[in-house]
Each structure stands twice: as C-alpha cells, then as structure tokens.
C-alpha cells in the first residue's frame, strides 16, 4: 500500500516506468500506458508495438470505461488467412490505443508517458534469462520469417538497444499515432506484410481506429465485475461468474473447482460467438455440479501476453494487457520500426469468427476490474490466452471465499487444456478432481499456463495497493 498510488506489473523496469511517470505528476492512466510500452521493449516475445492494448478503465466519479486498441484484419484479404506469416497480421491497436487512454483519461503529454520505454529502447536493457529463453524457443521460427531479426543475436548478459523503435516512439511522442499509421510507418509495415505473403495494406492502418465504449458487467457477491466488450471474449468470465453468483452456497469448498472446471468448458462453448457480447448473459449454462463432461470447442493451449494494473489516489484505477499474440507474434520484424507484428488474424475461428476481409478476430485478452458500492475498487488482469478468464475465475473465488489478496494470488490452480485438466503440483484438489473424471496433467507450480496475475486498486480512506503473482516476473510498486 502507498499513500499515493501503486503499480503491478508484468516486468520490473515497466513497474519502474510506472512510477516515474506518477512522480512526474501523471495519474494512473499515464502511469499504466508508461508500464505497457516498456513490456513492448523488454517483452517482444509477449508484447509491441506491433500488437495491441485492452484496458478498463474506473473513473473517479465511478465511470468504468473500455479501451480496445486491437486491429482489423486485411481489407483486401483474399486469401483468408491462408497459410503464411503475412496472412495473420491485423492492423496493430497499441500505439492507438495508448494514444486514445492518454488524450481521453490521462493528464501527461504522450511523449512524457513514452519518454521511459523509449529511453530503454535507445541505451539498452541488459538481456535476461526469460528473453534468452523466448528467442530459443522461437528461433527456428523467427529465423524463417525474419533472419535479419537483431534479437536472433542476443546472449544473456548484453545490452540490447532497439534504436528504430526507440525512433518510432520519439516519432510518436512529437506527432501521436500517426507515426505508425500513417506516412512511412504504415508503408514500412505493408511492405513486411507483403514479403511475407500477406495482403495488408497502409490504407488499412490509415483507417484504423480503437473501439471506446462501455464494459460487459455482471453482478458478483454484491459488487459488480467489468470485463472487456467485443472484440474480446471477455464476456466469458462475465458468463461463468453470473451462474456461479446466485448458486456460490450450493457446493462446498471441496467441490467448487469441479464445478467451475464444467463452467469453463461450457462457457467456452460460446467463445466463437463473444462478439455478441452482453447478449450472451441470455444464453443457458448446462453445469454437471457432479462429473466431468466432454466440452468440444473447449479452451486451447496457447499462452502468452503480459498484463498492468495501476490505482492512485485520486480514484483513479485501470486494468490492461499487452498482447501480439504467440510468441514474437507472426515473427515478421519491421526492420524501419523495430518492431515484430501480431498474428492475431490466427484468431479467427469457425462460425461468426469465421475469417473474413476487414473483421476483427475475437482476441483472448480480457482484464478485468470490479467496483464495489461502497467506492472499492479492484483491477486484475493475467497473461495466458483462455487460460486468462479461468485464472481470473479461481482468483475471485478464493476472494470469496475468504482470501486475502495475496492469498488467492499463491492458491494451487488449475487449467483447462485441450480436454485435459492442468492442475499445479501439489493442488489438494487434485484427486477429487480425478475422482469426478477429469483428465488430470499434473504440471510444476508457476508453470506458465496458470498465468502470472496482476491486481491493483483501491478503497476510500484508504490507500492504493498493488499485489503481484509469485509466478513469473511480475512486480508490484508503489508512490
């Protein structure tokens, strides 16, 4: 807790970033877009400027707006997502959207709010073990698409400079988002696209723009919960919780997790239709409280992504995720802007989120952020593709059930994957859970698919308190 605000962070230096830019007077909108671009400079393998931005933001006066900075697919995308690196590029949402949260909520000038991640870009970051791993992981990958890649020639211990990108946000700073969407920056990224087969174009980032507008919210233990509108599939946690919320005193502590797994695989049976957002609160839940059931279309495997909370004492509270999908995203590098562009056009599905020309896929980032009556409010928000609305559900159970914060972040957790059950090493629940006919994997505790949470937020009289997963590199700081 901090008597003036508090930052949890998916990356130390961008929790530092945070900080800085609130001592320098910005609020906690600034402070949360400051920590979100130096993930996209310390982060490349989970997020950039060449992905995209989700927030929630609480206003003083109660107001929870959504800021969606994510992108639309090709125009001219005859091909449909056929296979190739350029076909799963969507236009980039973040710079947009940071642009939208700092000229609508913030209080800082946008090139004070970037002034850190750029600086980091232009004198380095000393490469980690986390960077190291991710380059190893993807290198055969990033060696195919982009072989001029300069984070293909990191080694631990470098200082790693960025220059083009610390150029790009300097651009930025001086003339907004016009540095990627329009003039060079836009023609640099469809020249990338097209060397790697793709179709986008540099009208379509001249016509992109965010979707700004209300949250999908639902009643939770007396307080309401806000998750992120469409294009996100946000509303599955606003789904699972609204059926969990009037039925929380039927089942015991020992069976809840049974049945919040069968909640997961058959709100997850919506999931291609999360474009209908709130109209999906309609839509009857089928729960066995007693056995596993089979859930085709259930959650998939992949994870990435990197999240930021932020509260201050002026009421001010923002929940938000980083993004460019897998890994390096489409591992296409924009040499000019020193940037790797998002797959997200892979998230296109079947049904109404089948592929089409101009659309946005349904996008897996979804914080979330509840708001209490008496004032209280509470920002969360977790890296892990579908794992994020399940981390989030088991989290706000614990709370529930009577955790304190810290506690509910360290509980055992599990994940639904592929039709199995992940369950962390040493979960009491584990057998119970078999017992009932989950296919339970057990994986190591702080395994990267039960997500890394962050959570920040605040209570009138109160001070602003941050609190970071023991799971992963998250950091938590206060002013």
Known sequence: MSRSGAVAAAHPLAAAAAREVALNGGNAVDAAVAAQAVICVAMPNAAGVGGDVLALVRTPDGTVTAVTGTGRAARDWATLGGPGAGNSVTVPGALGGWADLNERLGVLPFGDVLGPAARLARDGLIVDDDLVAAVAAHGERLATVSPDAPVLGVSLGDRWTQPALAALLDR??????????????????????????GSLAAADLHEHASIIGDPVAVGWDGATVHVQPPNSQGVLLAMALQWLDCRWDEFDADRRDHVMAEIIGEVFAHRDDSGRGAALLAEPLDVDTERAGVHAGGPRSYLHTAGVATADSDGWVVSSLVSVF????????????????????????????????????????APMLSTHPDGSTLAMSTPGADGQVQTLLQVVSHLRAGAD???????????????????????????????????????????????????????????????????????????
């Open 172 to 197: 930025a700073s001086e003339i907004g988002p016009g540095a990627l969407y329009r003039g060079e920056g836009a023609d640099a990224v469809a020249r990338a696209v097209a060397a790697a087969g």
């Open 405 to 479: 914060l810290e506690a509910a972040l360290a509980a055992y957790r599990w994940r639904c994957e592929d039709g199995n059950l992940l369950v962390e090493t040493g979960h009491p629940l584990a057998d119970a859970l078999a017992a009932r006919g989950h296919r339970v994997v057990a994986r190591p505790f702080g395994a990267g698919v039960f997500g890394s949470v962050v959570a920040a937020g605040s209570s009138p009289g109160r001070p602003p308190f941050s609190a970071s997963d023991p799971r992963r590199q998250s950091t938590s700081l206060t002013w």
């Open 326 to 365: 897998d890994g390096f995203g489409s591992a296409i590098h924009v040499p000019e802007l020193g940037l790797y562009l998002n797959n997200r056009a892979d998230g296109f599905t079947a049904g109404a989120n089948a592929p089409r020309p101009a659309h946005r896929p349904v996008h897996t980032l």
